[in-house]
């Protein structure tokens, strides 16, 4: 389909005559049936595939709006007869297809070979400037029921001459009107896409209405990467026959374009009969005059894409001619889209660094647990041995000097089992890689191993454990498991920091749909400074009676890996020789409760 007849169905489809306008063409049709003798005229319009009757005089109700297929009327003109710019189609060659959708007067014809029959047909085809025809000027019934004489047809000539300007000038005026419309529409489309989170989810979303509001038969987008080199093209056309023409091959000149245009603001109009185009040298323009020949295109509309100073790339509109120039209204929308489309080309690039540095993270992080679970267990075989050899050597007889360094190497091979129990829990915990199968599980029973579990360190200790669970069950969605982890790690530490004579008390309850459980001390407290950092991995406390206790700084940063695996949440509330307050936010299970809820037991 040709850029022409493109134009004249879209345009045709969308326009319609306002009232102004029809009354100035019933002005029109009226004066030409007073003043050139006839009883009958009226104006016929182009709306496609179809003409419809705008005004009428002489005829009755019902004539205007009415249809006729435009295969119709360009069949009747083919066998008219010339008469300067009029075209008259006697009785005996109208069709019967023709005769069906006109109106014929009930009156008798005369005498004479220059008698007027009710059957023929005098009309002034409407051309404009591409030779499309856009209209009908008919007149019929002369008063005198003769045809026209030559003075009569002179008037008739003139009126056509005065119909011609009218209509093109309306026609011209309503589709500008309909063109600032449509490049209005799609700049609004084009706004409401960037809400999509990818560049080719936006164009996917925007490109048809572009294409079909600017006239065009296809267009590309060329997106720039951080170098300003072209990172890839997406091109879009209406056929299913098109193939993707090699873009490499002028990638130098429209790169260069794009940053100047970009900098000027300025879109180029670019065909073979508008080739001068700021910084383009005759020898790159017969280049590019050559690329679109070659892929079938006549004119193109090239819009850089950018945001702030930085051009990211240029979109073309694309036409299959240069008959119809791009219109100023165009080139401003064209631009503004091109603004529009640059904040999507940028957040596009944004969102694959950010996917770039997310994979890298990813990538390390799933090195640092393989490197994790290598050491763990390479180490843990060597560390057995060494420690079954120990306790062989402490059922012995030994003097007390050997005696005290085979206990100290058994108080350090237990700290080295902690470090790496607790290094494999939080590779486990920390895997990207590693699933999470949530299930119904009841906190209360969850808290009740962990305590039973803690008893003995609580009693060596001498710190006196004081449970606060209800009767009913508190279910939440999770890893039996890893809970029993992040409450042992929580209820333990409170334990280890807390002198003798201290208390822990361990609650929880719902709370705003939410299951909250408290763990309380009256230990040593926690620094504000120590606070900030207390759930890095590996972080030991800055203050002396926290650094004679041992520990492996990894307990509390296993807590947030396994909260955050739970869409949990977890506070303090401490201070230095006052005691900590820790409390833990689950969401809260709202299914059926069941009696057999999973615990934690060992």
């Known amino acids: 389909m040709s850029d022409d007849t493109r134009g004249e169905r879209r345009v045709a489809a969308a326009t319609w005559v306002d009232d102004q306008t029809r009354e100035h063409l019933q002005v029109l049709v009226e004066g030409v049936a007073v003043l050139a003798g006839f009883e009958q005229s009226s104006l016929t319009l182009s709306r496609g595939c179809d003409f419809e009757v705008v005004a009428a005089a002489g005829v009755e109700d019902g004539h205007v709006g009415r249809r006729v297929p435009a295969a119709s009327i360009e069949a009747e003109l083919a066998v008219a007869d010339e008469w300067g710019v009029w075209r008259f189609v006697p009785h005996d060659r109208a069709s019967a ?67 011609r300007t009218l209509v093109l000038l309306a026609l011209d005026r309503e589709e500008l009107s309909e063109r600032v419309r449509l490049a209005g529409e799609a700049r609004e489309i084009v706004r409401k896409a960037l809400g999509e989170p990818t560049l080719d989810l936006v164009l996917e979303a925007c490109r048809s209405t572009v294409v079909a509001c600017f006239d065009a038969v296809g267009m590309w987008l060329t997106a720039f990467d951080a170098d300003g080199g072209p990172a890839r093209t997406t091109s879009f056309v209406m056929g299913e026959d ?117 994979d890298r993270l990813r990538r390390l992080d799933s090195y640092r647990v393989e490197v994790v679970n290598t050491l763990g267990h390479e180490l843990r075989n060597p560390l057995f041995s060494m420690s079954a050899n120990l306790e062989l050597l402490a059922v012995g007889p030994l003097d007390p000097e050997a005696r005290r360094s085979v206990e100290a190497a058994s108080r350090g091979a237990s700290r080295m089992r902690a470090v790496i129990e607790d290094m494999l829990t939080m590779a486990q915990v920390a895997d990207p890689r590693r699933g999470f199968d949530p299930i119904d599980v009841d906190l209360r029973r969850v808290l009740r ?30 890893e039996p498991e890893e809970l029993f982890q992040l409450f042992s790690n929580l209820v333990g530490n409170a334990i280890k920091y ?58 509390l940063a296993i807590v947030a890996r396994i909260l955050k695996r739970h869409s949990g949440t977890i506070e303090l509330d401490s201070e230095r020789g006052r005691g900590t307050t820790v409390t833990v936010t689950l969401p809260t299970w709202t299914g059926p409760v069941a009696d057999d809820h999973v615990s934690a037991e060992r």
């Not at 008893?455 to 939440?476: F, G, K, S, W």
Request: charged share 25%; aromatic share 6%; with cysteine.
């Open 97 to 163: 297809e023709a005769l069906e959708y006109s109106h014929i007067p009930d009156v008798p014809p005369l005498d004479g070979e220059d008698a007027w029959h009710p059957l023929d047909l005098l009309a002034a085809p409407i051309f404009d400037d591409q030779g499309r025809l856009r209209g009908l000027l008919s007149v019929d019934s002369p008063r005198d029921g003769r045809l026209p004489s030559p003075e009569k047809l002179e008037v008739l000539t003139q009126y056509a001459g005065v119909a």
């Open 242 to 358: 098109y193939v993707v023409p090699p873009f490499s091959e002028i990638d130098d000149v429209v790169i260069r374009l794009s940053h100047r245009y970009w900098k000027d603001q300025y879109a180029a109009p670019f065909s073979r009969s508008n080739a001068d185009q700021p910084g383009l040298p005759p020898a790159d323009a017969e280049r590019l005059l050559g690329f679109l020949e070659q892929i079938g295109i006549g004119s193109v509309l090239f819009v850089p894409l950018g945001v702030g100073p930085e051009c990211l790339g240029f979109l073309v509109l694309t036409r299959v001619s240069d008959s119809r120039r791009w219109t100023d209204v165009e080139i401003g929308a064209a631009l503004d889209i091109g603004r529009d489309l640059g904040r999507a080309v940028a957040n596009a690039r944004q969102l694959e660094l950010e996917r770039a540095v997310v």
């Open 449 to 478: 191993d962990v305590l039973q579990e803690c008893h003995a360190a609580a009693n060596a200790a001498e710190v006196v454990c004081e449970p606060d669970l209800p009767d009913e069950a508190v279910v939440v969605r999770g």
């Open 498 to 555: 807390s002198d003798p004579g201290g208390r822990v008390g361990v609650g929880v309850a719902l709370r705003d749909g939410e299951v909250v459980t408290t763990v309380e001390d009256t230990g040593i407290g926690i620094s504000p400074h120590d606070q900030d950092q207390l759930f890095r991995e590996f972080f030991r406390s800055t203050n002396p009676e926290a650094l004679a206790r041992p520990g492996t700084g990894l307990g």
